[in-house]
Nanobody
Framework: QVQLVESGGGLVQPGGSLRLSCIAS????????MGWYRQAPGKQRELVAT???????NYADSVKGRFTISRDNPKNMVYLQMNSLKPEDTAVYYC??????????????WGQGTQVTVSS
C-alpha cells in the first residue's frame, strides 16, 4: 500500500504565496512520477504540474511562470510553490504518485487533498 498526504493549504490573499507539500509512504520500491492536480467546485480535476524521477517537469498553461514543482526523492516528497495566486486558483489540490511497490506492483495513488482558497 502507498499513502499520500498533502499539507500546506489555506487562505491567502490574491498575489500571495503558498507552498504545498506531499509525502508518500508505505510499500514503495520506487516513484516514477509525482504531480499535483486540482479540482474547483463544479469543475473536473485538472493537471497542475508533474515531475518525473528525473528533473523533467510539466505545467498547465494557467500556472506557468507562477507555480514551481520540486521533489525531494530521498524523502519521497513533492512540493508545489505557488506564487502570484489568483482567485481562480481556488481549489482542492491533490497529490498523485505513480511507481512500483516493494511487491512489484504498479501503483497510481492519490492523496486526500488540501484546500487552497485565494480571496481578499
Amino acid at each position: 500500500q502507498v499513502q499520500l498526504v498533502e499539507s500546506g493549504g489555506g487562505l491567502v490573499q490574491p498575489g500571495g504565496s503558498l507552498r504545498l507539500s506531499c509525502i508518500a509512504s508505505g510499500s514503495i520500491f520506487g516513484i516514477n512520477a509525482m504531480g499535483w492536480y486540482r479540482q474547483a467546485p463544479g469543475k473536473q480535476r485538472e493537471l497542475v504540474a508533474t515531475s518525473t524521477s528525473g528533473s523533467t517537469t510539466n505545467y498547465a498553461d494557467s500556472v506557468k511562470g507562477r507555480f514551481t514543482i520540486s521533489r525531494d526523492n530521498p524523502k519521497n516528497m513533492v512540493y508545489l510553490q505557488m506564487n502570484s495566486l489568483k482567485p481562480e486558483d481556488t481549489a482542492v489540490y491533490y497529490c498523485n504518485a505513480k511507481g512500483v511497490t516493494n511487491g512489484g506492483r504498479w501503483y497510481d495513488n492519490w492523496g486526500q487533498g488540501t484546500q487552497v482558497t485565494v480571496s481578499s
